[in-house]
């Protein structure tokens, strides 16, 4: 069964917007990633954030954790037409190795 | 250096055959995780090695699947008379260790049941 739940679904920008996905999550957490795939494919890792941290960033992302909320957010600025994929989140449950994936939202950024 | 792999990238099997489905991890990492992806969905867990034991297996959807990990690097997952619902793409994951770290993906297989 799905933990996180990704909202919106789909996002359609322009490029040079920025771009915020949200995730929420149902049980208690050591932490929370974040990670893209392309056509369907391999994931790949963006960033990881713990569940003592509120905010992280890399690069032109940036990942905030509510865990009184039991949410998550990543934001992508100054969006590239390279940045269009599908964005997971993936809580480990508390479980320190399994992760439990969103459904994802499929971020398109038009040139 | 190289990454996770996965061999075949594609498999089509008629229904009620018999199909292995490979991973290299990265060299090192003692974790390893199978993952299973419908189309529109996010990955769920299917099962997880440390070294060569199956550490958690409560992912696997029935006793057709099965999977493998020797000696602690290569794995196999095997699913037996395959059946329709069975057609998804199956990933592959490592990581150094099997708590706190981030995984790192294989292309994945697209396995398609006829």
């Known amino acids: 069964s799905q933990q996180g739940e990704e909202d919106p679904q789909a996002l359609s920008i322009q490029e040079g917007e920025n771009a915020t996905m949200n995730c929420s999550y149902k049980?208690?957490?050591?932490?929370l990633q974040w990670y893209r795939q392309n056509s369907g494919r391999g994931l790949v890792h963006l960033i990881l954030i713990r569940s003592n941290e509120r905010e992280k960033h890399s690069g032109r992302l940036r990942v905030t954790l509510d865990t009184s909320k039991k949410s998550s957010s990543l934001l992508i600025t100054a969006s590239r037409a390279a940045d269009t994929a599908s964005y997971f989140c993936?809580?480990?449950?508390?479980?320190?190795?399994?992760?439990?994936f969103g459904s994802g939202t499929r971020l398109l950024v038009r040139p | 250096g190289a990454g996770v792999s996965q061999t075949p990238s594609n498999k089509v099997t008629e229904k009620g055959k018999y199909v292995e489905l490979r991973c290299d991890p990265i060299s090192g990492h003692t974790a390893l995780y199978w993952y299973r992806q419908s189309l529109g969905q996010g990955p769920e867990f299917l099962i997880y090695?440390?070294?060569?034991?199956?550490?958690?297996d409560s992912g696997l959807p029935n006793d057709r699947f099965f999977a493998v990990r020797p000696e602690g690097s290569v794995s196999t997952l095997k699913i037996q008379r395959t059946e329709r619902g069975d057609s998804a793409v199956y990933l592959c994951?490592?990581?150094?260790?099997?708590?706190?770290?981030?995984?790192?993906f294989g292309p994945g297989t697209r396995l398609t049941v006829t």
């Open positions: 090695f440390q070294g060569t034991g199956a550490a958690d």
């Open positions: 993936a809580t480990d449950a508390g479980s320190s190795y399994k992760l439990i």
């Open positions: 049980t208690s957490i050591n932490n």
């Open positions: 994951a490592s990581s150094p260790s099997g708590s706190g770290y981030e995984q790192y």
